[in-house]
DNA sequence: GACGGATTTCGAATGCCGTTCGAAACCGGT
DNA sequence: ACCGGTTTCGAACGGCATTCGAAATCCGTC
């Protein structure tokens, strides 16, 4: 009954996201070419995870799992390094934004899952419950509040939270906005190199939670 | 000949705006709807443009001179207000990011055309000249560099071009990640208020700026 | 080992979509 | 009134996601 435990309904995921993965663009992933990868029909897709857009959904929450996993315990290795002293503000901040950009750099990752997933919530309804449950979950960005309190313990949760988020957002400028990137710095830093990239954001986002 | 001078050209490009505006999603927006509205078929937008996304493209373009206008008059202001000094960073940094705000907020604008068209960009092949023509032009951002970098002489060309890039990027979070950024911020900011906003992105970016 | 109900797979059909194309209509100058 | 160029139209095409009833498969029970 609708089981998304059964085999061909991981056939299923795992071929969406390696066609995710290749796929220069949203519009050549199709039902039908989902379907031959995994060795099934369409209507499977419609079957397991009730549409197209569901099963996307499914894979991406899939991928964004192993994402945070990385993040939370690149956080607990740059706590632990100083507890009981509070963490290094650089390091957290590497945390928080080195593993997408790392992702979003190498070839072989799922990266390429995430941003058209978002991509495909913005062409369909962005309300449907199956988009917000995965986009509204910041449960892993709540987790770096707490430490960061602690680095900047003049700032409220309010204020920590608004940062949070503007480092979200430079970090999907550069992973998602390249050839924009690349016009404004004049192609003049290798955004190949992740710890590049990553220093130069740690430069930028640091000074928010200094006084 | 294909003119977009054209009467009815100048209708479809109307409806397409307006149905932009309106559309809840990118696929609310047919070929069909955007005739119908037109008094027109959908064959009059392969005809005038070649294809309907271009006709975006298009509708997008102008859009984005009205924006880019605001944004420079803005700029000129805060630039002769000051001259022969520096400008204020806040006033340089509000000019940027204000107007992309304050269209957000505002229902009678038409920021949604902007959204829609970079989804839809990302959707089908970015690398499409019609798309790279309006996403690579950055011309109004660089007008910022040089006031950036007497207000921070000690920054350099690439420098200030990376801090724009961030800029925008946290401009892009606020104005379309709008349901993290009030679960992030705890509903505790009011983010229909753009003065508000501004202000709040203004102490976030400023400090790139200082030393 | 054969049966029978639930689960899964399949393939044809449906209704959208953007686009193409040839014919019709329209236009301004002669 | 005619005519070449321009524009509009409507029917058709191929592709899409999804639906649905029929086949097939699976598995606990007799």
Redesign the pocket.
Known sequence: ???R?????MRLMDACEHLLCEAEAL?D???????IEA?????????????????VAAVAERVYRRLNAERLSLLRKAVDRRAPEPPDLDEVIAALVGPSIRWSLDPTSSYPVLSHFTSMAKTHRERAPHYRRIIDNVQHHRAFVPHLKRIAPWLDDVDIGWRLNCALGIRSQVTRSRSRTEVLTNYSIDLDDPDIVIARMVEVIAPMFRR
């Open positions: 009954m609708h089981g435990t059964n085999l061909t309904a519009e992933l199709t039902a039908r070419r989902i379907a060795h099934a029909t369409p209507s499977a897709i419609s079957y397991h995870f009730g549409s197209q857009e569901e099963l």
